[in-house]
């Protein structure tokens, strides 16, 4: 399925995970409740399937409407890449990590700050998008997409601020904190302050988009 000629150009001047510019995250104290899960949240099924996903924070019991998350205890002793594969609700993040090149640089030292799209975050753009940037020819927007994605070092939820936030890929990212939780551009974090043995994730709701200049 191709590309419409907007969504392309956009998606084509888009960034995550090139690292070029090694940026640092402001500190200060965030004044917004944000989720932070003593493991890593669990989607069910239906979440998936595109619908806003609901996180929970105990281990789900074995029935048929929950996923096959592994459970996220102890995370802190795995890289980002292992606790976004472990889990089971990151399969194309985790496939255009690969497609992209970028999984031994997110098996590296690091550390990283990563915001994690979600399956059902990819699953809101649009029609074809996702095959079309899997694609061996697609690999430098692909790379771009997911270092818009990520942010040097360690920034917890209680070091984040309203501002903007540089990014591996060279476009900063605009933090909003609020009575209603943190936003990064147009994506909403749903669990914070996932630890691994490299870095931090982030949940989001949303792919985030590099501008276009």
């Known amino acids: ?3 419409t000629t907007n ?3 956009k998606l084509s001047l888009v960034g995550l995970l090139t690292l070029g510019a090694l940026a640092t995250a402001p500190a200060v104290v ?3 409740p944000v989720p932070t899960p003593d ?12 619908m806003m996903p609901t996180y929970t924070t105990s281990t789900p019991q074995p029935t048929s409407t929950t996923s096959t998350s592994e ?42 700050t990563v915001f994690a799209p979600t399956d059902a975050a990819f699953a809101k753009l649009p029609a074809g998008t996702v095959e079309m940037l899997l694609k061996p020819e697609n690999k430098a927007t692909l790379v771009r997409i997911l270092t818009y994605h990520v942010v040097s070092g360690n920034v917890l939820s209680t070091d984040l601020k309203s501002g903007e936030v540089n990014t591996l890929q060279g476009s900063p990212v605009k933090v909003m ?14 669990a914070a302050d996932v630890r691994t043995s490299n870095g931090v994730i982030h949940v989001i709701d949303t792919v985030l988009m590099p501008p276009s200049n």
């Open 71 to 112: 459970p996220m205890t102890n995370m802190a002793k795995n890289t980002i890449v292992d606790v976004a594969v472990a889990n089971g609700s990151f399969k194309t993040l985790t496939a255009a990590l690969q497609a992209a090149g970028l999984v031994e640089t997110l098996r590296g030292k690091g550390p990283f």
């Open 177 to 190: 904190v609020g009575s209603g939780g943190v936003m990064v551009n147009n994506s909403t974090v749903q």
């Open 30 to 32: 965030l004044s917004a």
């Open 39 to 50: 493991q890593f949240p669990y989607i069910t099924p239906k979440d998936e399937a595109g």
């Open 7 to 9: 969504v392309f150009q």
């Open 1 to 3: 399925m191709q590309l």
